[in-house]
C-alpha cells in the first residue's frame, strides 16, 4: 500500500511521514519529508483563515474544497499521483498536515488532507483512513468526517 493513511503533526510520531502543507511542517516541528505541490496555495489559506465576506462556517469550508478541488485535484489522475509519491517517497506513506482530527466537519478540524485521502477512495476505492501513531508504534484509526458526498458533487 503507498498510502497508509492521513494524521495531523501531533499524532504521527514514527512512520513514513510526508508533509503536504507549505512550509513542509516546520512551523509545527516537523523536518521530515514533505510534497508542497499538494499544499493549497497562500490565497486559499488566508481567505480560509480571515473570510473577509463573512460566510458561515459550512459555506466556507465548501468554498476551500470547491477550490482545492479545482486547484489541485481536478484532472489529476490519483494513481499517478500515488505512484509520484511511491516514487519519491516509498510505501506506507501518513499524509500530515496540521489540523487535529474531528468528527465533526468546522473550521477547527477541517483539513485538506482528509479532502486528498477522500478524493482518492471516492476515485480508487482505496481506503485512507485517519491515524494516530504513538511513540511506541501502536496505531490507532480515528474517526473523521466523510468529504465524499462532497467531491462527488464538483466531479460532475
Given at each position: 500500500?503507498?498510502?497508509r493513511g492521513t494524521s495531523c503533526y501531533s499524532n504521527a510520531k514514527q512512520g513514513n511521514l510526508v508533509s503536504i502543507t507549505g512550509d513542509g511542517g516546520n512551523a509545527w516541528g516537523f523536518f521530515g519529508n514533505a510534497y508542497k505541490k499538494m499544499a493549497p496555495k497562500l490565497y486559499l489559506w488566508e481567505y480560509y483563515d480571515q473570510n473577509p465576506?463573512?460566510?458561515t462556517e459550512e459555506e466556507l469550508i465548501n468554498w476551500y474544497i470547491e477550490e482545492f478541488y479545482n486547484l489541485r485535484l481536478k484532472g489529476l489522475n490519483p494513481y499517478?499521483?500515488?505512484n509520484i509519491l511511491k516514487e519519491r517517497f516509498g510505501e506506507e506513506i501518513i499524509l500530515l498536515c496540521h489540523e487535529l482530527p474531528g468528527t465533526v466537519l468546522d473550521k477547527e478540524h477541517f483539513c485538506h488532507r482528509?479532502?486528498?485521502a477522500d478524493w482518492i477512495e471516492l476515485e480508487t476505492g482505496i481506503i485512507i483512513p485517519e491515524l494516530s501513531i504513538k511513540e511506541d508504534g501502536t496505531i490507532i484509526q480515528e474517526e473523521t468526517y466523510d468529504l465524499k458526498p462532497k467531491i462527488k458533487k464538483l466531479i460532475k
Open positions: 500500500m503507498i498510502i465576506d463573512n460566510l499517478d499521483f500515488m482528509r479532502l486528498v
